[in-house]
């Protein structure tokens, strides 16, 4: 069986070495949510990486990266064998998938995972709300401002997590009655990212007025031109708070990284009102999905 090990903050750079470059853009290929979300294992495989996860209470393996792919997937098809499980691959792209067919004439069956689907906007876009399209959205951030003429905002940084603790804590309190799975994994999640904030290369904004925390943003570089989102979080009862911090992140985020192209801010899980805020702010474009498993398994998914 191949050898996968559970990721550790200081892999970090062994690791995105490839992560970093390989041409993806989905958020599953980021450092930081291989580390930060649910029991997800890596292993080097020569010079590509092989991933082993569990979703949805099912083992899976992401399609791996790296070149010369087909060594890679013979030895993840061996790997399911000898663990007794099918060989379910999860993440493919449509050149992934075409590729795979190509490759494996007729032996997978590939279904698309339109909940997992990556949305992906304009940085320039969303720092300026300019345009037609985001109207809406510039009207929704105007009044903020107007409404809250003192806001500040902050890099998240070691000397204020402890508030930015206590603020989540608040929020997550405040919705103590949920009982999801997810709701409870992002709990654990942001305790990671916070406690391990500097050996996972995070960034993020704090959202002021009169001192007091209204909204706070989270996230890392992807790739060169792609920077990934992984949390942002908001009171409620502020209206336009959550329009105010993704606006200023943006700006934060080209005025410091002149390069960047991209914003991935990641799936919708399927959940009908994340998908109309996601689609609300005019994403450039999604990032297909398939999951993809061998016929001879029966195809499970």
């Known amino acids: 069986m191949l050898n996968f090990l559970p990721l550790q903050p200081q892999d970090k750079p062994v690791y995105d070495r490839i992560l970093f470059h ?4 989905g958020c599953e290929y980021s450092f930081v949510n291989l580390y930060l979300w649910g029991r997800q294992k890596v292993t080097l495989h020569g010079e590509n ?3 082993f996860c569990q979703f949805n209470r099912k083992s899976v393996y992401l399609f791996p990266l790296g070149q010369d792919l087909k ?4 030895a993840i098809i061996s ?8 060989c379910r691959l ?6 992934d998938k075409q590729w795979l067919e190509a490759t494996y004439p007729g032996r997978f069956h590939f279904h698309t995972d339109r909940d997992s689907y990556d949305y992906l906007y304009s940085a320039q876009a969303l720092a300026t709300l300019k345009g037609k ?19 500040t905002i902050e890099p998240i940084s070691e000397e204020n997590t402890a508030e930015v603790e206590v603020f989540l804590c608040d929020w997550f309190t405040s919705r103590s009655e949920s009982d999801d799975a997810d709701f409870f994994m992002e709990q654990v999640a942001l305790s990671k990212a916070l406690q391990h904030w500097q050996a996972l290369g995070l960034e993020g904004l704090i959202l002021r007025d009169k001192g007091r925390i209204l909204a706070i943003t989270i996230g890392s570089s992807l790739s060169e031109d792609t920077f990934d989102i992984h949390f942002e979080k908001a009171l409620d009862s502020v209206d336009g708070a959550y329009t105010a911090i993704n606006r200023e992140f943006a700006h934060y985020l080209t005025e410091k990284y002149p390069d960047l192209l991209w914003l991935n801010r990641e ?5 009908e009102g994340l998908r109309k805020a996601k689609l609300s702010y005019q994403p450039e474009f999604l990032i297909e999905k398939y999951w993809a498993c061998l016929r001879e398994d029966g195809y499970e998914y």
């Open 49 to 51: 990486l092989a991933f």
């Open 90 to 95: 999860t993440s493919l792209t449509e050149t």
């Open 22 to 25: 390989c041409g993806q853009r």
């Open 267 to 271: 799936d919708d899980l399927g959940l």
């Open 79 to 86: 790997d399911s064998q000898k663990r007794g499980i099918p």
């Open 71 to 74: 060594p890679t997937i013979d």
């Open 133 to 151: 399209k985001l109207q809406k959205k510039r009207n929704h951030f105007n009044r903020f401002r107007l409404l809250h003429p003192h806001y």
